[in-house]
């Protein structure tokens, strides 16, 4: 079993607080055994900011499969709940990146670990840092506390009760 495996889940449309539910369910059923997560945070659009606010929440799960795998998992959940890749930073029902796969640096035509966009992104580091706070990214060797006093993101993110 692969543990220290970090997803971001997103939601903006329908009702993304049941879409985020339905996302864990799946993933437990089908992906992998939920360690931990954050709470609920309700995040300004980022990258295409004329769409509703997203709903994001952070799980640490733990899973037989290898990134790759595990990749095609979480696709085959984000197709089944309905979403469409119609636009980059697009409105969508469900969203989930892959962002840290214990400390293993991929670097894949069709896989980056960790995710990119880690350090710039407060809606991702926020809830990361909820439950992880002290995890090390693999590159920078800078804890997500660490990073989330350093992101300059101004987005607003807020937790919900």
């Not at 990146?97 to 995710?115: A, E, K, M, N, S």
Request: glycine share 6%; proline share 7%.
């Amino acid at each position: 079993m692969n543990s220290g495996i970090f997803l971001l889940l997103g939601s903006n449309q329908g009702n993304p607080q049941a879409n985020l539910a339905g996302a864990v369910e799946r993933i437990e059923k089908d992906a992998g055994k939920i360690v931990a997560r954050s709470s609920v945070y309700r995040t300004a659009a980022w990258g295409m900011e004329e769409q509703p606010d997203f709903f994001n929440q952070v799980l640490e799960i733990e899973s037989p499969y290898d990134a790759e795998v595990l990749l095609e998992k979480l696709l085959d959940i984000e197709r089944a709940m309905g979403r469409l890749r119609l636009k980059k930073w697009g409105p969508r029902i469900i969203d989930i990146d892959l962002l840290f796969y214990g400390q293993d640096v991929i670097h894949t035509p069709f896989l980056r670990i960790p995710h990119p966009g880690i350090p710039e992104r407060k809606f991702t580091l926020l809830p990361l840092s909820e439950i992880a706070p002290d995890l090390k990214h693999p590159l920078s060797h800078k804890s997500i506390a660490t990073l989330l006093t350093e992101c300059t993101d101004n987005l607003s993110v807020q937790r919900l009760p």
